[in-house]
């Protein structure tokens, strides 16, 4: 933990790794050099305040509309509501749960200003999930919409002892609730003289390989990426307005819903429901420069686009997963606008290879962010020349500290960060996404990168989304199987299986064709839209598939 904590409960502190199995953090740009002592909420919103710009919008919400002054009262109350009324202090851990709107903003960063670590939850997560996350982090206090009261009121019942002590709710109109609690305590709050190495932060990844696990950052972990990412590639300023679909508690849209526009002074748009027709009502009604959402989503807009007036957007990111270049290319060609992709992970905080407006190679995730290095090794951590495909490792400024979890030791290795994505990397230093380590399928002596063969099926009309999975088989140790979901108006017939093999045949290598194809209504997607890709591989599993 940082020299001179300003943590009381030590908890974070004390469940880190050793520190012998940390990456090695690096902090090479000017951009990156931070003081000692540091609380990042001071930064991302008292300052702008301070320098007499507080008349700037920053939340923006259906029939809401907060400028950064209005933000900081309603922070400053929320944090003496903590100490005052529950007892808080600097190191407690508060679990947030609420769809994105600005009340969940204003009470991360009241817990964050006040010195706690906030443990941030998806609003779909159900009683067990929220029960594991409790157990896990030793959560006491938490801050919940009143509308999402019942899976966490049963989670505290199922939490061991001490477990979950107190639950404040919002938005309940009870005299008890929040916003009535801020109404009685004086404006104004200091904020806690936190390290900057001081956890703030417990991620939980989002569930693509099973088990969640926390992840822990601090204080300037979240300017990092604003000083990273954020202004070295994206580069907004304080006129840009965002806006987008991922969950706050995912750290993709905590960066580009919440710090990257708050870094600058820019506002945000949060919508509690983003859906691909929500989202792109939002961009109608709301006007935004910045989008932020998933392949998936760009790809659903898409259908619906025609009518939409999208003239406002000028930049569109895409993470979470490998953004097909057939995506893009649709989505340049309707719109005009590139979408420059990230790769990111909830153990990193946020993105370190991206592509550039301008420099964009179709199907590449990009080059490394400013700030970060990344290199192609093998299994026994060797470096691998352009051109061939092997794990992705990356160092920077951020990087994976595991809350009391020995899978510490798989994801550290030689002071670099090993993401569990398979990459290649051209003569150009573009970086080309293969698959997620495990998810690359051996047939018949061939490497098979399941991504290549979704990208293919894509291109075909009747495909709407697809998971690829190699699924055990006598004869060849694994063959492709391809979960399809089709468009309105194509029978899941055995012509359509024919016809979507065949196209894949003539798309790419025909080995990697799949010699199974399953038609699914929806595909098991965590709630960031991630692809479950082990859920399809147990329903593999479950049902094997014969080759065809």
Known sequence: MATNSAH?????????????????FRFTLPALQYPARLNCVAELLDRHVADGHGDRPCLIAPGIEWTYAD?????????????????LVP??????????NPMMVASYLAALKAGAVVVATMPLLRAKELAFMIEKARVRLAICDARLLPDLETAQAQAPAPGLQHILTFGGGTEADLDARMATVPGGFAAVDTAAEDICLIGFTSGTTGVPKGTMHNHRDLLAICDAYSRQVLQPNESDRFIGSPPLAFTFGLGGLVLF????????????RASPAELLDGIERFRPTICFTAPTAYRAMLAQKPGRDLSSLR????????????????WRDATGIEITEGIGATEMLHIFIASRPGAVRPGSTGTVVPGYEAKIV?????????????????RGPTGCRYLADDRQRAYVQDGWNLTGDTYRRDADGYFWYQARSDDMIVSSGYNIA??????????????????????????RGQIVKAYVVLKPGHAPDVATRKALQDHVKAEIAPYKYPRAVEFLERLPRTETGKLQRFQLRRMATEAPAKAS
Request: some cysteine; hydrophobic content about 40%; glycine content about 8%.
């Open 8 to 24: 009381v409960d030590s908890f974070a502190g004390d469940n880190l790794p050793p520190r012998e199995q940390w990456p090695e």
């Open 71 to 87: 933000l900081l009262d309603r922070v400053d109350r929320i944090a003496q509501v903590l100490v005052r009324d529950f007892g």
């Open 91 to 100: 190191g407690d851990r508060v679990l947030l749960r609420s769809a994105n």
């Open 261 to 272: 526009p708050m870094r600058v002074g820019a506002s945000t748009v949060l919508l509690e």
């Open 315 to 330: 930049r569109c990111v895409s993470a979470g997963e490998a953004l097909p270049a057939a995506t893009y290319e649709a």
């Open 378 to 394: 093998d299994d026994d951590f060797n470096e691998l020349p352009a051109g061939e495909a092997g794990r992705l490792a990356v």
């Open 450 to 475: 399941g991504p290549e063969v979704e990208n293919a099926l894509l291109t075909h009309p009747a495909v709407q989304e697809c998971g690829v999975v190699g699924v055990p088989d006598p004869d």
